[in-house]
């Protein structure tokens, strides 16, 4: 049977980690508004994990390296958490590690993390819904920070809000299927030197979001960059504030056709450009077969060690 199980000073336990080890499947966790120098993993499915009230701050601690929660029960939702000031030593403190399936965060805020929430699973969706995230990443890295996500199924952001990106952009996905809408993104300085998003194959759809981008210390491609095997690329109702008209809002290299209506850019500057597109394609081919014969010379190499000591013990 589901229980509801409250965190806080005085309630049934003190600490999110506490609460995290005592849930079981289908739990409801809400945690009382204050400042928790604590981590937690949650390892139960289908938990709520809640603010039962606005103010609860996770800060200043990591689990196994990784992040503040490592969510590795399939079907959770977070809601109404502040993460921050996360940090490891490889670079990646997260407020937030999924690696379970079908991860939703809604009306929780990231900031002054190394990142804001990673995502290793295999399979199945990340929702972010009604987010932000400010001063995430770090100076000594070119990569997004603010949320990263591997082969799942669908990453869908909707109305969150990113600015203040340190030294990357924001958003990395390579999932089947990446949802943009309704979000805004600034980067009004220019630190970031690469595209605001980075997203590599899939359907990608980017609907209704505002991308404000100052100059930055080299040309960016665009404001968010298509590329590797994407195999559709939708872009309406979206808004490019940039001063230079030499960004584009999106710049496909993918190779898969595009489609655009309804977009707001400055005057010289396109909604969607394919410039550079057969170059870059013959790169990330010529990369991927290099990883090919990489892992193909590793494989020979192993079961020629496994041959041998078999040849070994024999004699």
């Known amino acids: 049977l589901a229980r509801t199980i409250e965190v806080g000073p005085g309630r049934t336990f003190a600490v999110p980690s506490e609460a995290a080890a005592a849930a079981r499947d289908g739990d409801t966790i809400t945690i009382a508004p204050g400042t928790y120098y604590d981590c937690a993993v949650w390892r139960a499915r289908a938990l709520t994990i809640a603010a039962s009230a606005p103010g609860v701050v996770i800060t200043d601690k990591a689990c196994a390296g990784k992040a503040a929660f490592i969510v590795l029960g399939d079907g959770v939702l977070i809601r109404g958490i502040t993460f921050t000031r996360i940090r490891v030593e490889d670079g990646n403190g997260a407020g937030i590690r999924a690696e379970g399936r079908d991860l939703t965060v809604q009306d929780s805020h990231f900031t002054n993390n190394q990142a ?101 210390p080299v040309e960016r491609p665009g404001a968010i960059l298509v590329y590797g095997d994407a195999q559709r690329v939708a872009v309406r109702g979206n808004t490019l504030v940039e001063p230079s008209s030499q960004v584009p809002f999106l710049r496909n290299w993918s190779g898969a056709p595009a489609t655009e209506a309804d977009n707001t850019v400055p005057d010289g500057t396109a909604s969607v450009s394919e410039s550079g597109s057969l170059y870059h394609r013959l790169r990330y081919r010529l990369a991927q077969a290099r990883e090919a014969a990489g892992n193909a010379v590793r494989t020979t190499r192993h079961q020629a060690a496994e041959l041998a000591r078999g040849l070994h013990l024999i004699r």
Do not use: K, M, Y
């Not at 969150?160 to 952009?169: E, K, L, T």
């Open 116 to 216: 804001g929430i990673i995502s290793s699973a295999a399979a199945g969706f990340l929702r972010v819904e009604g987010c932000s995230f400010n001063e995430i990443g770090s100076h000594e890295s070119p990569q997004p920070r603010a949320i990263a996500a591997g082969a799942i199924n669908t990453l869908h952001i909707a109305h969150s809000i990113f600015q203040h990106p340190r030294g990357g952009g924001f958003i990395a996905p390579s999932a089947q299927a990446t949802e943009l809408q309704d979000n805004r993104l600034s980067d009004e300085a220019g630190s970031a030197a690469s595209p605001l998003v980075r997203v590599q194959g899939g359907v990608v759809t980017v609907e209704g979001n505002t991308i404000t981008v100052g100059a930055a």
